[in-house]
């Protein structure tokens, strides 16, 4: 197969530096819904339409390739490089830094454009085998390949589009009085559906003084419940809340900080890690089969 073939993926990854260089990291809510679903909707039935009309063609060919699955992966290696190489920050610090590695987004690759184009590559070619196979005619492994090709594709998929969608909101919850004003990553005030109030707080200490860990007992209209730190507490679908921080002037704390963690697609996550697990037990399962048909024969 012609290298040529493969020249949109360089032009595609150039333009995604120069991008980069010229206009920073993707706008937070640049893939938002719905742009998102529409984008995954139009995406899908792309590949779909090249696997079952234009299965002979060149682009079909050359994207559902061995050879473009290992492109897409030594790119993802050097894209795994870089994050390891380079401290990752904030979009607002990283837009600070300076030199040559700042200007390519180095310091938060996974926000920038040159990073998009490479996991639309990397989707693109997991989609296309992922399709390919399920269209076929040939119907071994069928089941276990779709669980984990799609499933990854899936959870790949909904992790990247989640930060767009994904809010956390800051809110100091204080002793005796009511709050439901909380804070964006911007500062910006957000008026919450309902109120906080601290009700109790005990704390564990080291024998050095530290502490060894806190929990805060947190009402909440009528209801209250406990959080301990690090111990997050799921309050609705796709939302978390965390004990992030206490008052630390005062023997008593008189307020805690919660964090209220939005991420609407992490159920989408988990159901591509469910699917891509179950594969694997499939497939496990399946090669003890044919081993012990083979021992039997």
């Not at 909101?169 to 964006?184: E, G, H, K």
């Not at 499939?282 to 048909?293: D, E, P, Y």
């Amino acid at each position: 197969m012609k290298s040529g073939v493969y020249l949109p993926v360089f032009l595609s990854l150039a333009a995604g530096c120069l991008l980069q260089i010229l206009f920073g990291y993707i706008p937070a809510g640049f893939f938002s819904f719905p742009v998102n679903l529409i984008i995954a909707m139009l995406w899908i039935f792309g590949m779909f339409h090249l696997e079952r009309n234009c299965r002979e063609s060149t682009t079909t060919a050359v994207l559902s390739s061995g050879h473009m699955t290992i492109l897409v992966l030594c790119m993802i290696a050097v894209g795994a490089l870089i994050t390891g190489l380079f401290t990752q920050m904030s979009p607002e610090k990283a837009a600070s830094m300076g030199g040559f590695a700042g200007k390519m987004g180095f310091y938060n690759f996974t926000g920038t454009w040159t990073f998009s184009v490479i996991l639309f590559w990397f989707l693109t070619n997991l989609g296309m085998v992922t399709i390919r196979r399920i269209i076929s005619k040939n119907r071994n492994m069928r089941w276990r390949f779709f669980l984990n090709h799609a499933g990854l594709w899936l959870a790949v998929f909904a992790c990247f589009i989640e930060k767009a969608d994904e809010t956390t909101l800051s809110i100091p919850v204080f002793r005796n009085l009511t709050n439901r004003t909380a804070y964006n990553q911007e500062g910006r005030p957000v008026l919450l559906d309902r109120e906080f109030t601290l009700r109790d707080f005990n704390m564990a200490l080291y024998e050095n003084g530290a502490p060894k860990r806190y929990t805060a007992t947190i009402g909440c209209g009528n209801e209250s419940f406990i959080l301990e730190v690090n111990r997050p507490l799921s309050s609705g679908f796709g939302e978390d809340i965390y004990l992030s921080g206490y008052d630390t002037e005062n023997i008593t704390p008189e307020y805690c900080t919660l964090l209220i963690v939005r991420q609407p697609y992490k159920w989408l996550i988990l159901a591509g890690i469910i699917m891509t697990m179950a594969g694997a037990v499939l497939m496990f399962t399946g090669g003890i089969k044919r081993h012990n048909a083979k021992k039997s024969a």
